[in-house]
């Protein structure tokens, strides 16, 4: 086998010949020196100057008047999917937000937790750069890169600010050819050379891809692995005879993961951040990764229900257990209710499956308006009453107990009630602010490890902030989950 320097003498090679034959072609100029590096060669119309300009003076030349702006100052944008007015939030939602308070938090809170996050996220109202930016940064971190890339076609992407995080989230959601036409030559954006292979090479110019490959290889400038998945980007055919180079999960970056699927060496991404999740989802992967990846993104409240309802019913599962499993009780519930032939065994196995996964909570929203005593033969059972619950049909009492279909429901202990009953005993006294719901995520977080006073401290934040109807749904997803009201 061939070591890896090898490899990148034998493409140095190939490569040495495609920049040589046109440079020995230009004979009329072979006086002139080599512009190996295309940037630096004159424009049309440009003068090389050999001899100083005369520079004049002048005594009474006016001054022009200059704009002065402390240094660092950021800028004030309004970037995001969702007007804080539509939201019922304050117009002012990020006003004196520290950024630091955006965490990703757990990979799979209560569902509507990861709604509420998502909101956050995704309000458009006047932010500084550095929240704007934690902003994405918060949402790719969880996976969710169509909002990311929307929020982020409406920067100026040449802007250094915004670049890398730009840079993250066209290569993972795979649009990188499009933006590679404006980063090809913005050196001054980013220093990585191997960027610039890549992109040089996705317009098609491939010469001068080679050409800077050619230059910082030779100038040591990558990382031996890099060097190689560049090589056999370059050169497909190397690809063929040679081991894919080796990366702790740790060390894959998205230009990383790019090359080496563009390389033929795709590789899976449970053992990635849920970012690289997101890159999963296209058909090339294949419908069982993509339904790990997924599924991923369902817990964390990246990707809608629907969307995965569709991923679960787009073919015949081929195996049994695990994620196999969830697909064909999925299978099974829908066709129940779309012929009038659900029994309550198929939904206490969906229910099993679900539940192991973490994901009954999204499962039930699948079928939201479907969880009615008419749509089952018989009685429904605890497992049919917990995905209505979840589905949005409960509702909670005063007292903090629960009813469904006018009948209280679960056995829910004295200090649960408490809790809950003191969370929703307050008023609307204000609209919400970006300070308000991180305050709200991080109580629910403490809450979902069975810290009651934390539940009520949210609810009541949310119930004084006007989202009464939030705070009832974030305590009966806790009753039913974390608390296990109706478990059999």
């Known amino acids: 086998m061939r070591s890896n320097t090898r490899v990148r003498l034998t493409v140095l090679c190939v490569l040495g010949i495609l920049i040589a034959v046109p440079a020995a072609s230009q004979n009329d100029e072979a006086s002139a020196p080599l512009s190996a590096i295309e940037w630096l060669t004159p424009l049309p119309g440009q003068t090389v ?70 909101r956050m996220l995704m309000t458009r109202a006047p932010s500084d750069d550095a929240t704007l930016v934690g902003r994405l940064r918060t949402l790719v971190a969880l996976g969710n890169l169509e909002a ?45 050379p191997g960027l610039r292979v890549l992109c040089l090479s996705q317009i098609g110019r491939w010469d001068a891809a080679a050409t800077v490959f050619v230059i910082h290889d030779t100038l040591g400038d990558f990382d031996t692995r890099d060097a190689d998945l560049l090589a056999m980007h370059l050169e497909p055919e190397l690809a063929e005879s040679e081991p894919a180079p080796e990366f702790q999960a740790t060390e894959i970056t998205p230009l990383r993961f790019r090359l080496l699927e563009s390389a033929g060496f795709a590789r899976g991404t449970q053992d ?56 064909r009780t999925v299978q099974r519930l829908r066709r129940g209710f779309l012929d009038g032939t659900l029994t309550m065994a198929d939904v206490t196995a969906a229910w099993i499956a679900a539940d192991a996964a973490g994901l009954a909570g999204p499962i039930a929203k699948m079928f939201e308006d479907r969880w009615s005593v008419d749509a089952i033969d018989g009685a429904p059972g605890p497992a049919f009453i917990r995905f209505a619950l979840l589905a949005g049909q409960g509702k909670l ?31 609307p006294t204000r609209q919400a602010t970006a300070t308000d719901m991180a305050t709200v995520l991080n109580h629910t977080y403490r809450a979902e490890e069975g810290d009651l006073t934390a539940l009520t401290r949210a609810m009541r934040l949310l119930v004084e902030t006007g989202r009464r109807h939030v705070a009832e749904r974030v305590a009966i997803e806790y009753m039913v989950l974390t608390a296990g009201i109706l478990d059999e």
């Open 49 to 118: 100057l050999t001899e100083p300009l005369e520079t004049p003076t002048t005594n009474n030349a006016p001054v022009p008047s200059v704009d002065v702006a402390p240094l660092g100052r950021s800028k004030i944008r309004s970037v995001g999917l969702i007007d804080a007015e539509t939201l019922l939030y304050a117009p002012d939602f990020w006003s004196g937000f520290d950024p630091a308070a955006l965490v990703p938090g757990p990979a799979a809170p209560l569902p509507e937790v990861g709604r509420i996050r998502a």
């Open 148 to 192: 990311a890339f929307a929020m982020v076609q409406s920067l100026a992407t040449e802007d250094a600010t915004y670049f890398d995080i730009a840079k993250d989230i066209s290569l993972l959601s795979s649009r990188d050819q499009a933006v590679c036409r404006n980063w090809a030559d913005a050196r001054h954006l980013d220093p990585d």
């Open 272 to 327: 990635l951040p849920l970012g690289f999740a997101f890159a999963q989802l296209r058909e090339s992967a294949g419908w069982k990764p993509r339904l790990d990846a997924a599924e991923r993104l369902l817990l964390a409240g990246s990707i809608p229900p629907n969307q995965m309802l569709g991923l679960y019913t787009e073919n015949r599962p081929s195996a049994s257990g695990g994620v196999w499993e969830r697909v």
């Open 397 to 427: 009492v005063d007292d903090g107990g629960l009813i469904w279909e006018n009948a209280p429901v679960g056995d829910i202990p004295q200090d649960l009630r408490t809790a809950v009953r003191d969370g929703l005993s307050h008023q």
